[in-house]
Nanobody, 121 residues
Framework: QVQLVESGGGLVQPGGSLRLSCTASGSHFGVVSMGWYRQAPGEQRELVAT???????NYADSVKGRFTISRDNAGNTVYLQMNSLKPEDTAVYYC???????????????WGQGTQVTVSS
């Protein structure tokens, strides 16, 4: 099994910044990509940003230029630096890991428990 543990959510005023972290742990796994998704009340879960094992990144149009995804050298921890936050960024943010597991074929998706981000004055 692989566990994803997130941290860093909270309440921030519009225009402020937050940094989310997510660490994948377990045994005999390899990270293919990690990313952040978010879900606002009454809305579907949506992509925020992803980074693959080669370092390539992908962002939702709504966060380009404001959010930056990065990872540590080992590739098992991913960060989301969120600047110039807006009320519409308010959501539960989920970390997702796409991994290989030992000699098993294919890839597996794992999700963190979610962390609340609230942007409000």
């Amino acid at each position: 099994q692989v566990q994803l543990v997130e941290s860093g959510g909270g309440l921030v005023q519009p225009g402020g910044s937050l940094r989310l972290s997510c660490t994948a742990s377990g045994s005999h796994f390899g990270v293919v990509s990690m990313g952040w998704y978010r879900q606002a009340p009454g809305e579907q879960r949506e992509l925020v940003a992803t980074v693959d094992r080669g370092g390539a990144t992908n962002y939702a149009d709504s966060v380009k230029g404001r959010f930056t995804i990065s990872r540590d050298n080992a590739g098992n921890t991913v960060y989301l630096q969120m600047n110039s936050l807006k009320p519409e960024d308010t959501a539960v943010y989920y970390c997702k890991g796409v991994v290989t597991r030992g000699v098993n074929p294919g890839t597996y998706d794992y999700w963190g428990q979610g962390t609340q981000v609230t942007v409000s004055s």
